[in-house]
């Protein structure tokens, strides 16, 4: 039995909230995939390198849904050592 009636509600929220927003992250991951500038289109077709065997490097845009992924982990990183800290969890 459990003391506190909602931990198993505050378990479902912790696992329910980060997995739908990776949902739509990805998402959006797939719908635009990169973030676009004034160059953009030039980036990707303009050749900067030329490596044995036919390869070709280019400069593309970052990916939008990458810098997304990205700024969502670390501001859940932050928010999570925030609220251990404030709530006084111990690990």
């Known amino acids: 039995m459990r003391f506190f009636e909602l931990l198993g509600f505050q378990h479902v929220m912790l696992y329910l909230f980060p997995t739908l927003i990776f949902i739509i992250v990805f998402a959006l991951l797939l719908a635009y995939s990169h973030l676009r500038g ?22 593309a845009p970052f990916p939008l849904g990458m810098a997304l992924i990205i700024a969502g982990t670390l501001i859940w990183e932050l928010l999570y050592i925030w609220f251990t800290g404030a709530l006084g969890v111990k690990i």
């Open 38 to 59: 004034r160059n953009a289109e030039a980036r990707k077709s303009e050749i900067v390198e030329r490596f044995a065997d036919d390869i070709e490097g280019r400069e």
